[in-house]
Structure formats: structure tokens, C-alpha cells
């Protein structure tokens, strides 16, 4: 299905047994919205995005639905091409789905997952200070009243 002009990742409700999804150089920004329900891909392994319009993170998220799919390539989507490390969306990607043993045609090794654990207790120390700060400010602001 490459270079066809795909935009959206429906349409494959039948394909129970599809293991590999090739869809590079196609015009998908998102994978299914509100209205749409995802396919069922049971025994889907491997998805190639590459070369598409792919800019959030929120947007593979929906993928890691597939039990099986371990192997995903969004290269040269702005996902990529706009993150600040290469690395850190790698972690990125392994602290929402450690099962991925393969991203953007890398190899999953035992560094990449401690940077996905440094990453995820890095996110949850920064988003704790911010609540306590916002608990400070709520509290202070009580006893003005």
C-alpha cells in the first residue's frame, strides 16, 4: 500500500492474519479519530510509516493496541524529523510500549529501555513538583481568604 495516497488506517477490518502493514510515503497524519473504530489487527507485527504526516506521539499511541505488533517505522514523519533526539522519541516510545523490539529500524537493547525508564521517572518527578506548586498556590491562596 505504498504511495497510494492512504490517508486514514481504516479499511482493514478483514485481514485477521495481516502480519506486515506497508504504508510509506502515503498522506496519514492520524491513526482513526472519534467516530472511527480502530481495525482489528491481532497479528499484526510490523507497520511501516515512513514518509507520511505522523506528528504527535498521541498518534502511535493508538497503535500499541495491537498485541503483537512489535516493530513500527515512522522515519521522516515530523515526529522524527522534529524531535529533539532521536533517542529521547525512542524512550519515548518504549515508556508507553516496552513490548516494541524494533523503532524506526533500531534494534531494541537493554539501553534503550533504561532511557525509557529515566525518561518516565523524569515525567513523573517533573509533573509531581508541578502539582505540588499548584497545591502551594491553592493552599496560599486559602489562607488570604
Known amino acids: 500500500m505504498a504511495q497510494n495516497l492512504v490517508q ?3 479499511g482493514w477490518e478483514n485481514l485477521p492474519m495481516l502480519r506486515k502493514l506497508h ?3 502515503n498522506k496519514i497524519d492520524k491513526i482513526g479519530n472519534a467516530e472511527e473504530e480502530m481495525p482489528d489487527l491481532p497479528a499484526l507485527e510490523y507497520i511501516n510509516l515512513r514518509r ?3 506528528e504527535k506521539l498521541e498518534v502511535l499511541e493508538k497503535l500499541f493496541q495491537f498485541k503483537a505488533l512489535t516493530d513500527i517505522n515512522v522515519l521522516n514523519n515530523p515526529i522524527d524529523l522534529n524531535a529533539s533526539s532521536k533517542e529521547l522519541l525512542f524512550a519515548q516510545v518504549l515508556q508507553k510500549n516496552p513490548a516494541i523490539k ?3 529500524k533500531q534494534q531494541t537493547t537493554e539501553k534503550n529501555l533504561l532511557q525509557a525508564v529515566h525518561y518516565g521517572q523524569y515525567k513523573f518527578e517533573k509533573e509531581e513538583k508541578e502539582r505540588k506548586r499548584l497545591e502551594a498556590l491553592e ?3 486559602k489562607d488570604d481568604e
Request: proline share 0%; net charge positive.
Open 8 to 10: 486514514t488506517l481504516t
Open 23 to 25: 504504508l510509506r510515503k
Open 52 to 54: 507520511n504526516n505522523i
Open 102 to 104: 524494533r523503532f524506526n
Open 139 to 141: 493552599a496560599a491562596k
